[in-house]
Every structure is written in C-alpha cells, then in structure tokens.
C-alpha cells in the first residue's frame, strides 16, 4: 500500500495567491481528515469528511479555507487569498476500510510558507 | 469537550534505558479510543500504538507499552531499551468511538531526546 499521499511537499507563495493543496487517501478508507500543525497551536483538525461528505468543518479558521471531495480518492485543501499566517505544516490522514477502525494514517504533510 | 494533556514539554533518556511519557485527558465518553502517535524529524506521523477503553489489558508493541488507567483518565507509554531511532515528539490522542466520529484531539506532544 502507497499510504496517504500528498502534494506538493513544499509549498512557498505570495500573499493573496491562492493555495492548493492535495490528498490521495489509501484506498479502501473512508474517513478523511485535514489537520494543521505550527508550534503555537499544535495540531488542529481542519475538517473532515466521511463516505466524501463533509461531517465537521469547524475547524476551518475562516472562509478563506475551503475542501472538497469529489471522490473517494481525492481531496483538496484550498486557501484563498493566502495570509502569512497560514504558514504551517499541512497533514492528510485517512482512516476506515472493511471493518470500523479509529486509527489515522497520516500523508507526508506539506509545507506551506506564505510571504 | 474532550481535552488531553501532555505535562512533560521534553524529555531525555540514555540508549537502552526506559522513559516513560505521561497523558492525561478528559472526557465523558465511556466508549473511546486513545493513541500515542511518533513524529521525527522528517515530520511524518507515524501510529505507535494504539488502546481502546473497554479493553483493561494494556496494549503492548514491541518496546512500547501503554498504562492504561481508565479511572484516573491516565495514559502512559512506556518505552524499554530505548534506541538512538526512538528520538522525536511524541502525541498522545483521543478519539470517541461508536458512530461516525472519529474526530483525534492531540495534546501538546512531549520532545523525546535519547542520549547515547
């Protein structure tokens, strides 16, 4: 199994640019879960969708964010217009399949710097 | 809201010693499922074990073991003959069972240098 993959690795742009970030879960899963991570906060669940339905967008820090999901092996995470402040660590997970499980297989995250 | 809580900020233990990591969280829920998850350097996060609340054996993983005190809403990871590998932050999280939430709060983490 390739795991959680995400793109780009390293994300570096202007503010105001819009960011997009993207998610292929493992196949099978049926949960997916975008976090963000900086040193002030910690890690944070964005949003996450179940069955590609958004469940609990609360996380979602305003309506500069937004994330969809189109098909089960696909996701995105955009930011529009970016700020510096959205400058963090940005993690895909997935979690599910066959049989219920809790536990979250997390992507390689991405990085994005906004200057 | 469910809180969990990482008291020890860092830590440090000489190769091949144990170090014990603690947690604590809060919660009303008496269906869940509590995870200690390894983040190194390379940023990626990675599952090191796992324990569900109605099970009373502590879960165990190779050199890593849990202490599972479902009364004193404790969690510890104990982790024996510590590796030079075993270097990162380390998160311990919460997620409610039953349902389709599967939501993971995080606590603070807890840096773990080993010396050699």
């Known amino acids: 199994d390739a795991g959680v993959i995400q793109s780009p690795r390293h994300e570096v742009t202007e503010m105001g640019q819009e960011v997009t970030l993207r998610c292929k879960p493992i196949?099978?899963?049926?949960?997916l879960f975008w976090y963000r991570q900086t040193m002030m906060r910690g890690l944070e669940l964005l949003i996450y969708?179940?069955?590609?339905?958004?469940?609990?967008d609360s996380g979602m820090p305003e309506d500069r964010f937004s994330a969809k999901m189109p098909n089960a092996s696909f996701s995105t995470l955009k930011i529009q217009p970016s700020e510096p402040r959205d400058s963090a660590v940005y993690f895909c997970?997935?979690?599910?399949?066959?049989?219920?499980?809790?536990?979250?297989?997390f992507g390689p995250g991405t990085r994005l710097t906004v200057t | 809201a469910q809180t969990v809580t990482q008291s020890q900020p860092e830590m440090s233990v000489q190769e091949a010693e144990t170090v014990t990591l603690s947690c604590t969280y809060d919660?009303?829920?008496?269906?869940?499922?509590l995870f200690w998850y390894k983040q190194p350097p390379s940023r990626q996060m990675i599952l090191v074990i796992r324990?569900?609340?109605?099970?009373?054996q502590n879960a165990t993983e190779n050199r890593f073991s849990v202490n599972f005190q479902k009364a004193a809403k404790s969690f510890s990871l104990k982790i024996s003959d510590s590796q030079l590998g075993d270097a990162a932050m380390y998160f311990c999280?919460?997620?409610?069972?039953?349902?389709?939430?599967?939501?993971?709060?995080f606590g603070k983490g807890t840096l773990l240098t080993v010396n050699p």
């Open positions: 997970a997935s979690s599910g399949g066959g049989t219920v499980t809790y536990e979250q297989y």
């Open positions: 196949s099978g899963h049926n949960s």
């Open positions: 969708f179940n069955n590609n339905v958004p469940i609990d």
């Open positions: 919660t009303s829920e008496s269906d869940y499922y």
């Open positions: 324990q569900e609340a109605y099970k009373q």
């Open positions: 999280a919460y997620s409610p069972g039953g349902g389709s939430n599967y939501k993971l709060t």
